[in-house]
Each structure stands twice: as C-alpha cells, then as structure tokens.
C-alpha cells in the first residue's frame, strides 16, 4: 500500500467503497464519475503505478479476466476497455486501473 494513493485507500477498505468484483489479486468498483451507463475500473490490489511498471504476466492476465468477469456481472455483452498510460495520454490516477464501460 502507498500511503497517498486513493486506489490503495479504497482496496484498503479506507472508504467502504463496495467492489463488484474481486479475486486474489485484482479489484473492480465503479467508478466515481461515471463515463458510460456501467464504467467500473479494474485494479491490481498491489500498488503498480501504470501499465508500464507491470511485470507480472499473470497479473496481467488476471486483470483482462477480471474484464470478462465484470462485463459478466454487470450485464455488458458489448463494451470498451481502456488503460491510459501516463499523464500526456489522460492517466490522473497513478495506480494502474482498466476501465470497463458500457451500456446495458
Ligand atoms: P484515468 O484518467 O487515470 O485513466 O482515470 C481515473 C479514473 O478514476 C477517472 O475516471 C475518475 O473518475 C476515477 N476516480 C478518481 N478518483 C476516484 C475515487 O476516489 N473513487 C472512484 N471510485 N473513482 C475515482
Ligand atoms: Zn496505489
């Protein structure tokens, strides 16, 4: 856990923030500015600034199954999955999330 990261606050538990999904090592909760009818964010539970701090390939493939899972819970048969990677590219939150967005 990074002391001053909101992302590893709210898998902390921090805010009560309900996870609609969750496996070992990955979260998803929704996002608190919603771009789509359902817009969750999909987050590795240790604390890894972006995509391009991520070694681990299993947790890689973890994170793109817990998409799929999502997708399943929320009931999204179509939908967009999206990593911004770094501030020139619109990353403001600097613990690696994919969002996952849809309409039901
Ligand atoms: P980025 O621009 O870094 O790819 O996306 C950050 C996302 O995190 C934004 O869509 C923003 O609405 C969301 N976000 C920022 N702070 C919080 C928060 O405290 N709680 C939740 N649930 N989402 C947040
Ligand atoms: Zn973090």
């Known amino acids: ?17 309900e996870f609609v999904y969750e496996s070992e090592n990955v979260v998803a ?3 608190i500015n919603p771009k789509a009818p359902v817009h969750v964010l999909v987050v590795p539970k ?6 391009n701090e991520l070694e681990d390939k299993e947790l890689m ?6 998409v799929k899972q999502v997708a399943k819970i929320t009931g999204l048969k179509a939908y ?5 990677t770094g501030k ?3 990353q403001e939150v600097f613990h690696l999330h994919l969002h996952v967005m849809g309409n039901k």
């Open 1 to 17: 856990m990074t002391e001053d990261c909101i992302f590893c606050k709210i898998i902390n538990g921090d805010f009560g923030t």
């Open 29 to 31: 909760f929704n996002d």
């Open 46 to 51: 240790i604390h890894v600034a972006s995509l």
């Open 61 to 66: 493939g973890e994170l793109l199954c817990a």
């Open 80 to 84: 967009k999955t999206l990593i911004n």
């Open 88 to 90: 020139e590219a619109g």
